[in-house]
């Protein structure tokens, strides 16, 4: 499985963003405080809407696991808790998410089962953000230190033209 490495909020916002418009539904999957900052910078985007948002603070409900953030191919927004206990049924785990011509980013911290769970998706990658990631910044395209314009221009070209 690849590792993508995003400089911050933003830049997975962006990359998310792009697909979308690229005909790709795209699933974030991010604890609540990763999955926060995601929200506030998919929001800045005018043409973003909103479905559904379930999204509530660990303390709130007790629910400390991962969550769903997708931004579908008509560039709206849906959140919900990854993991689920259905007492009526018995059921425990992660619901399963994802389809044809889809995106699974899913942090590089969750729970090694939500990989069985995005087996669906066309494309399926480990993610690490800014702080959390722990790849030599050095290395990191975007990094703030770097004034190499060939690198930013082989990022763009690499990253957004080919795909």
């Not at 690490?128 to 314009?149: Q, W």
């Amino acid at each position: 499985m690849d590792t993508l490495y995003f400089l911050d909020y933003m830049e997975l916002a962006c990359y998310m963003v792009d697909n979308a418009d690229d005909g790709k539904a795209v699933t974030a999957v991010l604890f609540y405080d990763d999955a926060k900052e995601l929200l506030k910078e998919l929001a800045c985007y005018e043409e973003t809407e909103i479905g559904s948002i379930d999204l509530h603070e660990p303390e709130w409900n007790g629910y400390d696991k991962e969550f769903y953030i997708t931004l579908d191919d008509d560039l709206t927004i849906w959140v919900e808790e990854a993991y689920h206990e259905i007492e009526e049924t018995g059921f425990k785990g992660y619901f399963r998410f994802g389809f044809e011509n889809s995106i699974a980013l899913i942090d590089s911290n969750a729970n090694s089962l939500i990989v069985k769970a995005a087996e669906e998706n066309d494309y399926i990658a480990e993610i690490e953000i800014g702080e959390n990631c722990d790849k030599d910044c050095n290395e990191c395209v975007f990094d703030n230190d770097s004034e190499d314009l060939k690198d930013i221009i082989e990022y763009i070209f690499k990253n957004i033209f080919e795909e």
